[in-house]
């Protein structure tokens, strides 16, 4: 016997805020005394998390495992894709690499997934009250309904109800609830219990003839309209396509970021952009890096060498050259780590077809790709500040060389990153350096050489949480999902 009642939700599209909604309603159940597993039996993203056994999952599971107050798992999301090309993906399942495949090479093997999908799930099951169950992009995309393992495929197998969602802020709400009616087979239509309207702006009565049409056509029943939260802002985003709305922060403190053609973990300057006093920019493809900038950050990438490549294609690489000589200081992080030094070799093919290629020539370092992959927790100091640090690693590869032996962080009783002679440009592999208000703090008032005022980050992110949670409670009628999971 299982004790997990189950709910599911899913979207009528990519970006309609199944994650978050999902994280807020895992908080009010957690806030009710419900214990709650959150579970994606597909995900797609390169904004990825490193458990305590060693595994990976999707950023946005990671998040739902903290808003139930539970670590996070590999069981949490036992298929996550990673793209690292125009047409590949690498497969992680249950947190391990499990090869590399184009789109349709994918379709053909996602029957052979079903299995460790149905594993995680009952070993979630039977450990809290409530799971609840995140879809991936939607439902309605029925040219991928064969051996489907994200959306109805499970909910059908697994016999979960569904909720599906809909992103009123993006326009035609009304039409994709409908459409993903009409697109629905008979089996798969009985199991949706209703729908969810997100991100409603304004006065919600506004919408009563809407919700009255989409049920009427439909004959689903209205959960409830869920509006627009600014709170929402200061949670970890799933994937690249949040970077299209994030607009610069406002301060005289400019730190710029390249927007990588395969970005990874970006999450990772979340404290950075929510800093009153600093101006984070992620600079977009064809633009110029700005010339006031006091500190340009190369992102973690799924794809290094080809992203190194995209860099210089978009002149980035002769802006650097500018950034520093007007005084300015680089970081790279993981990816852009590795792009700082003086070679990259993937002598095994593990980005693409086995390379070496020059690097920035910035650190004098030099990188090879390959051995088994780096997933574990980090914590310790900066070795500047003195501060303390934590964070994850997850990459593949070894970084040495001269300025390996300035190293940026002392991790227990090794060391990590490498600093150039004058100080100037740094990197490291920690992933969530900036998570840490004491290290921000310093790290911020060193650049822009006042005392800084920084925020409580980690703080920031609960109340967040509890924020969202108060609001579905509010807004959404919390008691009719309880009783629509089974």
Not at 231 to 237: Q, S, T
Not at 352 to 370: I, K, R, S, W, Y
Request: hydrophobic share 40%.
């Amino acid at each position: 016997m299982t004790r997990a009642r189950c709910l599911m939700f899913q979207g009528t599209g990519s970006d309609v805020g199944k994650s978050v909604l999902c994280a807020g309603v895992i908080r009010a159940l957690v806030r009710r005394g419900h214990s709650v597993q959150p579970f994606k039996p597909q995900n797609m993203s390169n904004n990825a998390a490193v458990t305590a056994e060693g595994g990976e999952i999707g950023r946005a599971q990671a998040l739902q495992a903290r808003a139930a107050g539970v670590a996070p798992h590999v069981d949490m999301n036992p298929v996550l894709l990673k793209p690292q090309g125009d047409r590949t993906s690498q497969i992680i399942v249950q947190g391990r690499m499990h090869g590399s495949t184009d789109a349709r090479g994918y379709q053909q093997r996602k029957a052979e997934l079903w299995p460790f999908v149905a594993e995680s799930f009952g070993r979630l099951r039977d450990a809290a009250d409530f799971v609840i169950v995140e879809g991936a992009g939607s439902p309605a995309e029925v040219n991928l309904r064969a051996n489907d393992i994200a959306n109805m495929g499970f909910a059908q197998r697994a016999g979960v109800p569904v909720v599906l969602v809909g992103d009123i802020d993006r326009g035609g709400v009304i039409a994709s609830l409908v459409g993903t009616d009409l697109l629905l087979e008979p089996e798969e239509r009985k199991l949706v219990a209703g729908y969810v309207i997100n991100k409603f702006r304004g006065d919600p009565s506004l919408f009563d003839e809407g919700l009255a049409i989409i049920t009427r056509r439909t004959g689903w029943r209205s959960f409830g309209v869920l509006p627009h939260l600014p709170e929402v802002g200061r949670l970890p985003a799933e994937d690249a396509v949040a970077l299209d709305h994030i607009r610069a922060s406002a301060g005289d403190v400019v730190i710029a970021v390249p927007r990588l053609k395969h970005i990874a973990n970006f999450d990772d300057f979340d404290p950075l952009r929510q800093e009153a006093g600093v101006r984070l920019e992620f600079v977009q493809p064809g633009r110029p890096l700005p010339g006031d900038a006091a500190l340009v950050i190369l992102p973690g990438s799924k794809s290094t060498i080809a992203d190194l490549k995209f860099l210089r294609d978009q002149g980035w690489d002769s802006d650097l050259t500018g950034h520093l000589r007007r005084g300015g200081r680089v970081l790279g992080i993981c990816g852009g780590y590795q792009m700082l030094g003086r070679s990259i070799a993937d002598p095994h093919g593990i980005e693409g077809p086995p390379e070496a290629v020059e690097g920035l020539g910035l650190l004098q370092v030099e990188t090879v790709l390959g051995g088994d992959k780096t997933l574990v927790e980090r914590r310790g100091f900066e070795r500047f500040t003195g501060e303390a640090i934590h964070g994850y690693e997850m990459h593949v590869g070894t970084t040495l060389g001269a300025d390996a032996t300035r190293p940026l962080l002392r991790l227990g009783a090794r060391h990590d990153g490498a600093v150039s002679a004058d100080g100037r440009v740094a990197g490291c592999y920690l992933h969530g350096l900036f998570a840490g208000d004491a290290f921000r703090r310093a790290y911020l008032s060193a650049l822009s050489d006042r005392e800084f005022a920084t925020g409580d980050y980690e703080g920031g992110v609960e109340h967040a949480l509890d924020a969202l949670a108060a609001a579905i409670e509010q807004h959404l009628d919390v008691d009719a999902l309880i009783a629509t999971a089974r």
